[in-house]
């Protein structure tokens, strides 16, 4: 539906007699930041690497005798949608490889955005790489350090990397975490309680994945920290890198990560709720009913409704059946691709004055459609309402976004896009009520969030311009 791609998602978890099934079950969680590939590597009695991974959904890929086979007491995880690089299996992850000093698995959120660059500089010096994934530089460059000191390695190699990083990594004998500095993508640590008493150490880009297992949310991983985890317990240090504020990405909260997880210490539902009501506040209008472009729009829906005395309806249902091999028919069906998925209800819309919450609006050709379809199932009048501001720039930290050309808001008036997308009204949450969700007086920016594709303050060099 979106043009908007989820990123990817990362899992690890230290101790545990059943690795391998808690991290089936958390990448299970986290499916939504990725579904073009998973994998598992678990560390076995003799400190070496059992890995399987393939391309797909984690359901389709791990059956129950491949996690038999993936034996071990501490294992990482990854969900991916390919932000860089082909959907080929070179490309999921865990990355593994052997290194003069033992086995290591690495999983990744984010985008590294002088990746391109370091792996010229490294193709010079003779490296040869596998892929096309940005991921696999961090890989070269811990080969090449000679100390047998992970942390010292990390440390290392993390100050000559620059954008947005999730790790966890398995080696022969650790796990490890890490986080870049400014804390671009989430990265939480939790604790599960053993049977017999003793604690099981868990990572995850989202704490839905330790509402399923079970485990008890500790922290976030700080930005520019690295934690270890081994036989002597959990220990911090930092990446040794200083900026002047993080850069949290506020898209997280627009539309990524799941209504149920917390994050960067925010309610995600709470937060797209109170999007909708500064929205109802910032935008109001006439209107008989609410409508939510189902499941992100939801919430802000509620928040529009409540504040607006509005009353809510789902006059949009979604099939949540309808996978990536679904085969469209040859007979050339108006607005075909979004009426499989969502299907308006004209008992509810007929004759009203309706506010259709979404929360996004990217190229607009999706938003076009479901218009032409509420009005067609009998809505008197459409009021279109973005529960965030008007993108105008893409994103080279992690999220797989169209070029800024394609970008409907970045060439395009809001009565332009209006007329576009054929709404009677079109109003966006403004730069300021995104911010004064979180609480804050200030820009996102000043405020420790990225939010570049609002306003395009990018709080990095940018090395690749290729979506310009």
């Not at 290591?104 to 010096?125: P, T, W, Y």
């Not at 036989?231 to 909260?253: L, N, T, W, Y």
Request: hydrophobic share 35%; charged share 20%; net charge negative.
């Amino acid at each position: 539906m979106k043009a908007w791609r989820d990123e990817c998602g990362v899992f690890g978890i230290w101790n545990h007699p059943e690795a391998s099934r808690m991290t089936y079950l958390g990448l299970y969680a986290i499916q939504h930041r990725g579904q073009e590939s998973a994998g598992i590597v678990t560390l076995d009695a003799q400190g070496d690497h059992i890995h399987a991974k393939g391309l797909g959904l984690v359901a389709d890929i791990f059956k129950e005798s491949s996690l038999n086979r993936l034996k071990g007491q501490s294992a990482v995880g990854h969900v991916r949608y390919s932000t860089t690089g082909h959907n080929y299996l070179t490309n999921a992850q865990p990355l593994t490889a052997r290194l003069f000093n033992g086995p290591i698995a690495i999983a990744h959120n984010g985008n590294i955005v002088n990746a391109s660059v370091i792996r010229e500089d490294l193709k010079a010096q003779g490296a040869i790489f596998q892929g096309t994934n940005d991921t696999e530089v961090l890989l070269h460059l811990l080969a090449r350090h000679s100390s047998n000191h992970i942390e010292t390695c990390l440390q290392d190699a993390l100050k000559q990397i620059q954008g947005a990083y999730s790790f966890t990594l398995l080696t022969h004998d650790k796990l490890v975490a890490a986080r870049d500095p400014m804390g671009f993508r989430p990265l939480v640590m939790g604790r599960l309680k053993g049977e017999n008493g003793t604690d099981s150490f868990v990572f995850a880009s989202e704490t839905c994945a330790f509402d399923l297992i079970g485990a008890e949310l500790i922290r976030e991983v700080e930005p520019g920290e690295i934690i270890t985890v081994d036989k002597d317990g959990m220990r911090s240090a930092s990446i040794g890198v200083i900026v002047e504020k993080p850069a949290q990405c506020i898209f997280e909260h627009v539309y990524f990560a799941r209504p149920d997880s917390i994050v960067f210490g925010h309610s995600v539902y709470q937060s797209r709720k109170e999007f909708g009501r500064i929205l109802a506040r910032e935008n109001s209008v006439e209107a008989d009913i609410v409508v939510p472009v189902p499941d992100s729009g939801v919430p802000s829906a509620l928040g529009y409704s409540e504040e607006s005395g509005i009353p809510f309806e789902l006059g949009i249902i979604r099939n949540h059946y309808v996978g990536r091999t679904f085969i469209e028919p040859k007979q050339s069906i108006r607005s075909f691709g979004v009426k499989v998925k969502l299907n308006p209800q004209a008992e509810v819309l007929k004759g009203k004055r309706v506010v259709v919450i979404d929360d996004s609006l990217v190229r607009g050709t999706t938003s076009k459609k479901i218009i032409q379809l509420v009005r067609q199932y009998g809505a008197k009048e459409v009021h279109l309402r973005i529960a965030a501001p008007p993108t105008v720039g893409p994103c080279y930290y992690g999220v797989d976004t169209p070029s800024k050309k394609e970008l409907i808001a970045s060439h395009q008036s809001i009565e332009e896009i209006k007329n576009y997308v054929g709404a009677d009204s079109l109003s966006y949450l403004s730069v300021e009520g995104l911010a004064g969700a979180f609480g804050s007086q200030s820009k996102c920016r000043d405020s420790g969030f990225c939010a570049a594709c609002f306003g395009e303050d990018y709080p990095t060099e940018l090395f690749d311009s290729t979506k310009d």
